[in-house]
């Protein structure tokens, strides 16, 4: 019991549930967990509910460990800790599914295999894959995912996947273990940041259909967070994530892509921006050689602008990282 492999392999499986405000649906979770899986940990956020005590008194499951966090430090922190202690205790495989009832169990193989079979580093759900399901999903979340979809394909740079704000994911603890983990977002942007992190290390990431499925949850994803702290954190690792691919990792013909790009139209804007104001300003017609100039500039610096995103659409990690890269058993 709790393990799945190929080619007669043994692989340890495990799953960790942050275990916040999910009274009312942990044991019905916990008793959905297949017997794929050898380890369960339940990560008592500091829940003002004490689901860690709930679990330990009505769950008999031997397999479920409960693993408890004195301060509150959002999803993302209690992943973590469920990470750590899975590649401490030896799994090879690690799964993340939420204890409100809203992810299915029995779907963890699909999640699981590619990384099994080595097609995969990262497997993230993707509620969006059957358009006749999406109309279970409350428009304004349906907005908010699509924005942050968007969003997300620039700055982390996994142009092939959707539906970011996924919390249903599994990854090769080898990757997990070279996380850094201290770094990575421990709230509402954890999902994303996680994305942006697994490209720095060039890891393949996969996406797992699955039906969009919601009960009497509220969701914590707010639209107003959408274009205040997501939009400024997107552009925050947008831009670090061009840095580090293209200027200090690597310098490929992308690179001088992207410069001519910034140059082009930064000049072409001031250019034409300084002339159409100084010919206000005289109330006189701008030249047409001038307007022209400014044209160029402008329709060049966009030509070299997409040229880049080409490049940097073609080049998402496709090589499996985590078959070659050695595990910590101690992650930062």
Known sequence: ?????????????????????????????????????????????????HSGDFIEAHVTDPRVRVLRHEKNQGVGGAVMTGYR?????????????????????????????????????????????????????PPLRRLGNL??????????????????????TAISAPVASHLPMSQISHRYFFETDML????????????????????????????????????????KNLGKRIIYNYFLRDLSIASIELVAAIGLLGIGFVFGAWHWWASLQRNVLTPLGTIMIATILLVSGLQFLLAFLGYDIASVPKRVLHRSLPARRNPS
């Not at 099994?116 to 990262?122: I, K, P, V």
């Open 147 to 168: 924005g942050l979809s968007f969003m997300a394909k620039a700055s982390t740079g996994y142009w092939d996947i959707f539906d970011p704000t996924n919390g249903y």
């Open 1 to 49: 019991m709790g393990n799945l492999g190929t080619g007669g392999e043994s692989q340890v499986i495990a799953v960790v549930i942050p275990s916040y405000r999910v009274v009312r649906h942990i044991q019905e979770v916990l008793a959905a967990v297949g017997p794929e899986v050898a380890l369960i940990y339940c990560v008592d956020d500091a829940c003002p509910e």
């Open 85 to 137: 202690q899975a590649i401490r205790d030896g799994a090879a495989v690690v799964v993340k599914i939420d204890g409100d009832g809203q992810m299915d169990p029995s779907l963890l193989p699909h999640f699981v295999g590619p990384i099994l079979r080595g097609e995969a580093d990262y497997t993230k759900g993707n509620r969006f894959w059957d358009l006749r399901n999406i109309g279970q999903m």
């Open 196 to 235: 942006f992190r697994l490209n720095a290390m060039r890891a393949v990431v996969v996406d797992v259909p699955m039906d969009a499925k919601y009960g009497d949850e509220e969701s914590g994803l707010k639209i107003s967070r959408i274009f205040s702290e997501f939009f400024t954190k997107h552009a």
